[in-house]
């Protein structure tokens, strides 16, 4: 079980923070965690020189679904949505039959804060320990965990490291007391250094307490823990261990680039620190949780992702965070889609070959919980939204859905957040309740106003359907290899509204093509054989042998792919 030699590090760590005047009382000393059958294993991998890798063959075939599980499904009439609901509409997100039904087949959640938070997004945590009470007790946990791993579906949680909420023990402690042995978890200074967030506006990033300046880099609700303190980051390992060890598959690391900070603007982003602190919490979770996933939320270009996999050399698909969103893939997508171009993903695509390490697990989405659904930005065009998850569907890496853009659901009407995370319309708002299917009581927050047929229960059984069609995807890739692990090739053709691309394994051949325009295309590709057999291609669509090589035929907006014989 426990092997003490494997906490001499930390221990060596502790008593350096003592030594540096932290004072830590020894009753603040995080207890020894049991640790996994596994560790044993890595301890003896380690003593003949060996690393332990990650175990992620299971995130190279996963599509990811994002919920919010305030909005997502209640089961108790209090309006507010919670674990037992989630737990009760797992069969809509796989039933755990691949043979078919009307699931929609994904095989991973990640699950936006469920820790003890006095804010409605829980992005401010003031107990790492412990599920809100909003959505129920750790057995309610534990119970949705069993019901998701008997589907096979894994779990991510999010967890937020940069920062904790102001009403956190620890920084009640610390604010008051200069003293206090949770002083030095946060970051404070004499003087107010007058620097702004940077990514824009005046916002200041110090605020003033008990005569000194703590540094919150969102929100003056929301103090950032104070990374380069060992006694910190031992803490976060001890959270991580918690809540593995109570199954859950890895987490949502938030805000990882802005861990630490060493100057106004740029220096508050990306600094050597942060990547080293976060390659020795991978370590840490990696040595006992092999299988574990950490996705890092680095809000950044391709170039500065690409740094956040760390090195391939001695740990394949990265000693550092094994993945992190790729936002300007998404951003490429919704572009590509509204402006019908190839281009701006092409462009992506290239940069991502270019940047990212070998072999490491890229993770496209199209929107988040921060931003503007993409049913909102496509103005509900059903034939763009398809578009945006054929092409997100058929890319290489570990695809995100957010939860709804299945079937279109889009923000409610203000710029407020909460209206990126509006309720769940399980049915039409004119087939009965108020609540919709979500709640039998009034939802926490209005739904988003849309179109009738925005709900599960207008396309569950529709074939014609967004949510028909994202199943259709889905059942495609599972069954497609090339699609879920294979390498991505850009064909070359002059048509600017056409993107192509081939996705190739060892064994399997697929062929890709979206029509982005408006207009019906026939386009030749340089590829040739024999007839392409048809996976999923839009009604219209076909591909077919010739001389000059495969041409193509797409009406506007369509999708097609193909498997190709060798
Ligand atoms: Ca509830």
Redesign the pocket.
């Known amino acids: 079980m426990f092997d003490p030699s494997r906490r001499r590090p930390s221990r060596l760590a502790y008593l350096a923070a003592l030594l540096s005047g932290l004072a830590l009382a020894s009753c603040h000393l995080p207890q020894p965690m049991p640790g996994p059958g596994p560790e044993r294993a890595s301890a003896a991998r380690q003593a003949r020189g060996e690393d332990t890798q990650w175990r992620h063959d299971w995130v190279r075939d996963a599509v990811f679904y994002e919920v919010f599980v305030r909005s997502f499904a209640?089961?108790?009439?209090?309006?507010?949505?919670?674990l037992?609901?989630l737990t009760a509409r797992l069969d809509y997100l796989n039933d755990a039959d691949p043979s078919g039904g009307n699931d929609l087949g994904v095989d991973a959640l990640w699950l936006m804060p469920v820790f003890v938070s006095p804010s409605y997004h829980g992005y401010d945590v003031v107990d790492y320990t412990r599920i809100d009470p909003?959505?129920?007790t750790l057995e309610d946990f534990e119970r949705f965990l069993d019901e998701a791993h008997r589907r096979g579906i894994r779990v991510i949680v999010d967890l937020v490291v940069n920062h904790t909420s102001s009403e956190h023990r620890w920084f009640e402690g610390a604010c008051c007391s200069a003293a206090s042995p949770y002083r030095g978890w946060y970051v404070w200074r004499p003087d107010d250094p007058g620097w702004t967030q940077p990514w824009g506006g005046t916002y200041p990033t110090w605020h003033a307490r008990g005569g000194e300046y703590y540094y919150g880099i969102f929100w003056s609700g929301m103090p950032d823990l104070e990374w380069r303190n060992p006694a910190v980051r031992m803490e976060m390992e001890r959270i991580a261990d918690l809540w593995l060890e109570r199954g859950v598959d890895g987490f949502r690391l938030d805000a990882t680039r802005h861990l630490v900070a060493n100057g106004p603007g740029e220096l508050q982003n990306d600094q050597p620190e942060t990547h080293q602190y976060l390659q020795e919490l991978a370590a840490h979770v990696r040595e006992r949780y092999p299988e574990a996933l950490l996705v890092g939320e680095n809000w950044t270009d391709t170039a500065k992702i690409a740094t956040y996999y760390g090195s391939t050399e001695r740990i394949r698909g990265g000693d550092e965070l094994p993945m992190s969103f790729d936002f300007p893939l998404a951003e490429a997508i919704l572009t590509a889609v509204e402006e019908a171009s190839a281009e701006p993903v092409e462009e992506t695509l290239r940069e991502i070959a270019a940047l990212y390490p070998r072999g490491v697990i890229d993770a496209p989405f199209l929107t988040n919980h921060d931003q503007v659904r993409v049913a909102t930005r496509l103005a509900g065009d059903q034939t763009r939204l398809r578009l945006g998850a054929s092409i997100l569907l058929t890319l290489p890496g570990a695809p995100f859905l957010y939860y709804g853009e299945e079937i279109g659901l889009p923000n409610g009407p203000s710029g407020d957040d909460r209206d990126k995370r509006t309720p769940m319309p399980w049915e039409e708002a004119a087939d009965g309740s108020e609540g919709r299917g979500f709640?039998t009581g009034s939802p926490w927050y209005p739904f988003a106003p849309a179109e009738d047929g925005v709900s599960v229960a207008a396309q569950v059984d529709a074939p014609g359907s967004l949510l028909a069609w994202y199943r259709g995807l889905l059942r495609v890739r599972h069954a497609t290899e090339a699609l879920r692990r294979g390498n991505l090739e850009l064909l070359a053709q002059d048509t600017p509204t056409v993107l192509a691309y081939l996705r190739r394994t060892e064994t399997e051949t697929v062929l890709v093509a979206h029509n982005l325009g408006g207009g019906r295309q026939t386009v030749t590709l340089p590829v040739e054989g024999p007839a392409p057999e048809p996976l999923l291609v839009d009604p219209g669509g076909a591909l077919r042998a010739t001389a000059e090589g495969f041409e193509l035929t797409l009406p506007p907006r369509a999708s097609g792919i193909w498997r190709l014989s060798d």
């Open positions: 209640d089961s108790d009439g209090d309006g507010v949505g919670d037992a609901g909003d959505y129920g709640t």
